[in-house]
């Protein structure tokens, strides 16, 4: 089973700055079979990115995914205040699909 | 618009049993695998179970592998989840969730969850 580590745990930063989440992976990310998904409090999670890069429909284009391997990046490249919430990475290249533990994005 | 409804969460004792369903609408049902994933409560996501889209392929995550079964019925575009000899740790709200395409393994239609409770 793959593991994915997300860090930080916590991120506090100020609306506009830009924000880099990470996602390490105990083992290569077959294709780079990796998704990003954002949660807010009592609602269902939201895909952001698939494929490690490719933004799903309506995302706006200040999230950005990246990386390869093991390691993969989110960034928010000017934080809105709607972009508070956790965020978990989700790897789909090996079987059982694993989910990272999260990263809760919070205002300073 | 694809909407998915889960229902059937509720209380249940340790041992107990419980049956989940998840209605579908706005694609064609019968094209699509389809999943189970669950959250405890305050914690993260966690997959537990996708089926193909005609039922004959199914995949389980090892804590709920022997306990746990789902099924669909496509005429009824219907999900369901049989939970078996439910746990403590069961505890956590069930989401179903839709691919984008029809055999990818990734999320992208989710449903607004059902909670489920295991307790005595």
């Known amino acids: 089973e793959i593991v994915l580590t997300q860090s930080p745990g916590t991120l506090s930063l100020s609306p506009g700055e830009r924000a880099n989440l990470s996602c390490r992976a105990s083992q290569s990310v077959s294709s780079s079979y990796l998704a990003w998904y954002q949660q807010k409090p009592g609602q269902a999670p939201r895909l952001l990115i698939y494929g490690a890069s490719g933004r799903a429909t309506g995302i706006p284009e200040r999230f950005s995914g990246s990386g390869s391997g093991t390691d993969f990046t989110l960034t928010i490249s000017r934080l809105e205040p709607e972009d508070f919430a956790v965020y978990y990475c989700?790897?789909?290249?090996?079987?059982?699909?694993?989910f990272g533990q999260g990263t809760k994005l919070e205002i300073k | 618009e694809v909407q998915l409804l889960e229902s059937g969460g509720g209380l249940v004792q340790p041992g107990g049993s419980l049956r989940l369903s998840c209605a579908a609408s706005g694609f064609t049902f019968s094209n699509y695998g389809m999943n189970w994933v669950r959250q405890a409560p305050g914690k993260g996501l966690e997959w537990v179970s996708s089926i193909s889209g005609s039922g004959t392929s199914t995949e389980y995550a090892d804590s709920v592998k022997g306990r746990f079964t789902i099924s669909r019925d496509n005429s009824m575009n219907t999900l369901f989840l049989q939970m078996n000899s439910l746990r403590a740790e069961d505890t956590a709200v069930y989401y179903c969730?839709?691919?984008?395409?029809?055999?990818?393994?990734?999320?992208?239609?989710w449903g607004q969850g059902t909670l489920v409770t295991v307790s005595s």
């Open positions: 989700q790897q789909y290249g090996s079987s059982p699909r694993t």
């Open positions: 969730a839709k691919p984008p395409g029809g055999f990818d393994k990734y999320f992208h239609s």
